[in-house]
């Protein structure tokens, strides 16, 4: 099993900074790609940000420029640098990682509990 631990969430007003981050814990041989996903009251989850093995990044079109996502291999932990906050921003964060257990295994995808980021003045 693998646990996913998130922190950096919380109020900011706009204009503003904040740095999610997602440490991945357990059975883990390697990790492929990683991202951040974001889901806003009546709204359908959505991708942020992903980062490959490689450090292959791809953003949302609303985040692009102000967003900007990084990993460290070796503590297994994936990083969202968020700045020029915007209200729109306000929503639950949650981290996504897919991991190899073994290295002869495939990939099992695996989801953070979700921290809350609101944007207000």
């Known amino acids: 099993q693998v646990q996913l631990v998130e922190s950096g969430g919380g109020l900011v007003q706009p204009g503003g900074s904040l740095r999610l981050s997602c440490a991945a814990s357990?059975?883990?041989?390697?990790?492929?790609?990683m991202g951040w996903y974001r889901q806003a009251p009546g709204k359908q989850r959505e991708l942020v940000a992903a980062?490959?093995?490689?450090?292959?990044?791809n953003y949302a079109d609303s985040v692009k420029g102000r967003f900007t996502i990084s990993r460290d291999n070796a503590k297994n932990t994936v990083y969202l640098q968020m700045n020029s906050l915007k209200p729109e921003d306000t929503a639950v964060y949650y981290c996504?990682?897919?991991?190899?257990?073994?290295?002869?295994?495939?990939?099992?995808?695996?989801w953070g509990q979700g921290t809350q980021v609101t944007v207000s003045s």
């Open positions: 996504n990682v897919d991991v190899k257990p073994e290295s002869w295994s495939r990939p099992v995808n695996y």
């Open positions: 357990g059975s883990i041989f390697s990790i492929n790609a």
């Open positions: 980062i490959t093995s490689f450090h292959s990044t």
